[in-house]
């Protein structure tokens, strides 16, 4: 599987992982370990969010009895007080490949972290979190439409939005699973393959009337008009990563590393709202979402001033926030 923005990898030669956020070239990607952008060769990297356990000699036209697919919680230890860390997983014990978008609640909305496909009798890293930030990560949305590369019974897509918190996970428990290393916790997305439902559905009549009056929607024309203040065409990147802020930060903690971070940050704001341009980019990386929480947190009280979203992924990844200024 190619490596792509987002994945996590571990590194061939040395001891580590990280998050992949943007290429430099065809042969070379830059890795976020700890909070730090660091290049490698992409030969130099194994990738890890897939991993692979199907049986091979599994025939793939065969009836699977007991199928199911999990949305799987695996912290990293066995022992709970002693758990620091979780991963997320989409596990498909089924004979049926997916294709899903993974999403968490982030205010009254979802953002999507992952989508894509996942074959059968395969589990998937969706996302890792430390354990206090769990209770930010309480709800997670999940939707999944089923195919096989063969003929096969017709499924219903799924979509579940799974609450999780400490309590949830300390009431319901771990329970071992020789798929992952430690003990799991695990709620069922689907489990219902075999009950043979049927999927074809007729249109009403009411349903014919209502496709004769849906109209294709035209977008109004937009015609452009020159802008008086020549600061409302500046577009401005900003890269908060620690190595292009700071000659040295050896000796600072994790905290004072970050205060730096939001320093710059809020002098870029203020300027950029002050001087009315027409968008900022703050380039913030992946990490263990901190420092996005903290920006996202100061951009909530300028509601009247702007408008924030995700950076274009293409660029990006998940590793930027865009910031468009609102000038009357």
């Known amino acids: 599987m190619a490596i792509r923005i987002g994945h996590k990898v571990r590194f061939l030669n040395e001891k580590g992982e990280g998050i992949v956020t943007r290429f430099k070239?065809?042969?070379?990607?830059?890795?976020?370990?700890?909070?730090?952008?660091?290049?490698?060769?992409?030969?130099?990297?194994?990738?890890?969010?897939?991993e692979i356990v199907f049986n091979e000699e599994r025939n793939e036209t065969e009836e699977v009895k007991n199928e199911a697919v999990f949305f799987v919680i695996e912290p990293d230890h066995e022992m709970p007080l002693l758990h620091a860390q979780y991963g997320f997983y989409l596990f498909n014990s089924s004979s049926y490949n997916l294709l899903f978008t993974y999403s968490v609640k982030d205010g009254n909305n979802y953002q999507i972290i992952k989508h894509g496909e996942l074959g059968a009798f395969q589990k998937l890293l969706l996302k890792q979190t430390h354990k206090q930030f769990l209770e930010e990560l309480a709800y997670h949305k999940i939707e999944i439409l089923f195919f096989k590369k063969h003929h096969h019974t017709s499924?219903?897509?799924?979509?579940?939005?799974?609450?999780?918190?400490?309590?949830?996970?300390?009431?319901?428990?771990f329970v071992?699973?020789?798929?992952?290393?430690?003990?799991?916790?695990?709620?069922?997305?689907?489990?219902?393959?075999?009950?043979?439902?049927?999927?074809?559905?007729?249109?009403?009549d009411y349903d014919v009337e209502r496709l004769k009056n849906i109209?294709?929607?035209?977008?109004?024309?937009?015609?452009?008009i020159p802008h008086n203040n020549p600061a409302f065409f500046i577009e401005k990147e900003i890269d908060l990563h620690a190595q292009h802020l700071l000659d040295s930060f050896k000796g600072m903690s994790n905290h004072e590393i970050l205060q730096v971070q939001l320093k710059?940050?809020?002098?870029?704001?203020?300027?950029a709202i002050t001087n009315h341009y027409y968008k900022i980019v703050f380039i913030h990386g992946v990490g263990n979402g901190r420092l996005k929480q903290e920006l996202v947190g100061i951009l909530k009280g300028y509601k009247n001033e702007l408008n924030?979203?995700?950076?274009?992924?293409k660029?990006?990844?998940?590793?930027?926030?865009?910031?468009?200024?609102?000038n009357s």
Request: charged fraction near 30%; proline fraction near 5%.
């Open 155 to 173: 499924q219903l897509p799924c979509g579940q939005v799974i609450h999780v918190n400490e309590n949830i996970l300390k009431y319901q428990g």
């Open 315 to 326: 660029k990006y990844g998940f590793g930027a926030t865009e910031v468009i200024i609102k």
């Open 215 to 224: 109209k294709e929607y035209k977008s109004p024309e937009k015609k452009s």
């Open 25 to 50: 070239d065809k042969k070379t990607a830059f890795v976020e370990v700890d909070g730090f952008e660091i290049p490698f060769p992409l030969t130099n990297l194994v990738l890890i969010d897939t």
């Open 264 to 271: 710059h940050f809020q002098k870029n704001l203020d300027e």
């Open 308 to 313: 924030y979203r995700d950076g274009d992924y």
């Open 176 to 204: 071992p699973n020789h798929d992952f290393k430690f003990p799991v916790w695990a709620t069922i997305l689907k489990d219902d393959f075999t009950e043979g439902k049927k999927i074809a559905q007729q249109l009403t």
